[in-house]
């Protein structure tokens, strides 16, 4: 099962994915964790893609289909593999069409730009661990701290209201047209998402068997 998980900054990728790996027992590949890793590590491909991760704005299609390519080949990944945040241009898609990587279902989650605005822009993460809360849902138990390992709660560049609506600028122009895309190989399958997680899951599950 090769599944891609489309939708805006802040629908709720990351969490399905997790939840689809789960499930199906096939890799999450996150083009986004990728790159905050090799950020925070310094490689080269790190060094290349801050000036874009900083300002919001997508890492240009070559650092990233050249991820991709060396992901999509490691051992974990033959059974199947959910693609998250990739493709992220028309371009994107393109290439890997030519990679020859077959794609069962693309699942478009849809949501309310109000609701991303608030889910971005009051998500904190944990320095340490990576672990996610929000200032307006879901609080960590003693402010500032991490509930898992005590670790500072801080909040990510690129979740800053200012990058936030910069993402959303940019996902509508250069992303967005994903879904036609896809909706043109008959492969798209819309899912209207709320903040009831399992709700949302069913629906995705839903429209995987459709």
């Known amino acids: 099962m090769n599944l891609i998980l489309l939708g805006a900054p802040g629908a709720g990728k ?5 939840i689809l790996t789960k499930k199906f027992k096939i890799p999450s590949v996150s083009t986004g964790n990728i790159i905050r890793e090799a950020l925070k590590s310094g490689t080269e491909l790190g060094k290349r893609a801050k000036s874009y991760a900083d300002s919001g704005k ?4 070559e650092i990233v289909i050249e991820i991709i390519k060396v992901r999509l080949a ?5 059974n199947g593999f959910i693609l998250d945040g990739f493709p992220r241009t028309i371009p994107q898609a393109e290439a890997l069409d030519k990679m020859g990587v077959h794609i069962d279902k693309v699942l478009n989650l849809i949501v309310g730009e109000d609701v991303i605005l608030q889910r971005l822009s009051g998500r904190r993460v944990c320095e340490d661990c990576g672990a996610s809360y ?3 849902n879901r ?16 909040q990510r ?36 998402c709320n903040n009831d997680i399992e709700k949302t899951a069913s629906l995705i599950m839903a429209a995987i068997e459709a």
């Not at 997508?58 to 299609?61: H, K």
């Open 58 to 61: 997508l890492v240009p299609d």
């Open 134 to 136: 929000n200032i307006y």
């Open 74 to 78: 490691k051992d974990d990944c033959k």
């Open 139 to 154: 609080k960590p138990k003693v402010e500032g701290k991490c509930d898992l390992c005590k670790g500072t709660i801080v």
């Open 157 to 192: 560049k690129d979740d800053e209201p200012q990058t936030v609506k910069e993402r959303l600028k940019v996902y509508h122009e250069q992303t967005e047209p994903l879904v036609g895309y896809y909706k043109k190989q008959g492969k798209l399958r819309n899912v209207r």
């Open 14 to 18: 990351g969490t399905h994915a997790e």
